[in-house]
Structure formats: C-alpha cells, structure tokens
C-alpha cells in the first residue's frame, strides 16, 4: 500500500498543469491530472484530480446523480503513471498506451466536488518497452481505487 504523506515535498518536485501539459498527449476532456504535488522521477508521484461538475461524462453519468465513471478514475491513475514514464532518461521516446489492469477495486464513489489525491508507484520496466505501475487514488485520506496498470510502447 502507498501510504499519503502528511507533508508533501517542496514545490520543486511540483508540476502545474502546463508542465503536464508537455509530458502527456492528452488534451480535453481527457486531460485527467490537474496538478502533481509530489514526483520522484522514474519512481513515484502523487498528483491532483479535481473533480467538477461542468466534466462532460456527468451529463450522462448520472444525471440524477453524478459520479465519477469507475474507468475514468482508473484513467487518472494510468496518466500519474505516464508522467513517472515520461520523466525515465533511459526509456525511448514514444507512446506508452494501456496495456492491461490487475486488481483493481473500486471502494467508494467519486462525485463532484471531490478532490482525488493519485499516488502512483513504478513497479517494474521490461525491455524498455512494458511497465507496471501500482497506483492508488484517495478522497478525503480515504481509498477509493487501488490496483495496477501495464502499459507498452506503441510502434
């Protein structure tokens, strides 16, 4: 289990939403970090994921009652992910895409107005081209997602 430090590291190991910006290829709506509060490159990171009501997916999503989709949450983890990847000096350049999920749970529901803490750590690298990635996500220092993530370079 990764556990949330009380006090995070100085704002030198931050990253704003700009800087994500240039590491990830994602763009809206699906752009998921908004922030990383904490990274040790090639290692770990801990990011923000502000979740608002104006995000396209609660229109249907529910609109009764919104919540946040369980693969969207899963998504956000994969991207914090991405980020520890792209900061790798050894790894080659590319795209690095899902390549499978193992044990993941879903342990309370994430609705507007939350904010998603995302603590993902690099588990392994194979041959310069897999990875797995053990990420967890909490709201208000309570789980609500934990499991791993694979991914592989694409040619």
């Known amino acids: 289990m990764i556990v949330l430090e009380k006090k995070l590291s ?16 994602h763009r809206y709506p699906f752009a998921l970090v908004d922030k990383v509060l904490e990274h040790i490159p090639g290692q770990r990171a801990v990011a923000v ?3 608002t009501i ?25 991207q914090v992910g991405g980020i520890i990847v792209t900061q790798m000096p050894d790894l080659p350049k590319g795209l690095f895409v899902f390549a499978g999920i ?46 791993e993530l694979m991914f592989s370079l694409v040619d």
Do not use: T, W
């Open 10 to 25: 100085s704002e030198k190991n931050q990253l704003s939403s700009e800087h994500i910006l240039g590491l990830l290829p």
């Open 49 to 51: 994921k502000n979740v």
């Open 54 to 78: 104006n995000e396209p997916q609660f229109q249907g999503h529910f609109p009764e009652r919104p919540l946040m989709p369980g693969v969207l949450i899963v998504e956000s983890m994969a």
């Open 102 to 147: 193992n044990n993941v749970k879903f342990r309370k529901p994430v609705v507007p107005g939350d904010r998603l803490i995302i603590s993902c750590e690099l588990l392994s690298i194979k041959r310069q081209r897999f990875g797995k990635v053990k990420g967890e996500a909490h709201v208000d220092g309570k789980l609500v997602c934990a499991g």
